[in-house]
Nanobody, 127 residues
C-alpha cells in the first residue's frame, strides 16, 4: 500500500497550490481520507478530512474557508486545494487514511486514528 503525495512547492503569500495524493495497492473508497501537516520543530497538525463519498468534510479552524479537500474514488485520489496561503502554512503535508471511519468527526483530528500515511510533500510559503 502506497500513498503518493505531490503538488507541493514554493509559493508567495496569497498564492495557491493544489496537493494530490494517489493511493495504490488497495482501494480506499470506503474510508475517511485526510491531510495532516508538520511545520519545522512542531508536532503533526490536523488539516482536513473527507468522508468516503466526499459528502462530508471537516477542517482545522485555521484553514477553514481557505482550503478545500476533495476526492475522486475512481482515481483513488484525494486533493487539497489551498488558497490565500500564509507563511504559517509552511509545512510538510501528509495524506492519511482512516480505515475505521466512513465520515470524519472530531476524532479525525488525532493522528493515531490513521492507519496509512503518505511520504509527505513540502509546501513553503514566502512572505
Amino acid at each position: 500500500v502506497q500513498l503518493q503525495a505531490s503538488g507541493g512547492g514554493l509559493v508567495q503569500a496569497g498564492g495557491s497550490l493544489r496537493l494530490s495524493c494517489a493511493a495504490s495497492g488497495r482501494t480506499f473508497s470506503n474510508y475517511v481520507m485526510g491531510w495532516f501537516r508538520q511545520a519545522p520543530g512542531k508536532e503533526h497538525e490536523f488539516v482536513a478530512a473527507i468522508s468516503w463519498n466526499g459528502g462530508i468534510t471537516y477542517y482545522e479552524d485555521t484553514v477553514k474557508g481557505r482550503f478545500t479537500i476533495s476526492r475522486d474514488n475512481a482515481q483513488n485520489t484525494v486533493y487539497l486545494q489551498m488558497n490565500s496561503l500564509k507563511p504559517e502554512d509552511t509545512a510538510v503535508y501528509y495524506c492519511v487514511v482512516d480505515k475505521d471511519a466512513i465520515v470524519p468527526s472530531t476524532a479525525s483530528r488525532y493522528g493515531h486514528r490513521y492507519d496509512y500515511w503518505g511520504q509527505g510533500t513540502l509546501v513553503t510559503v514566502s512572505s
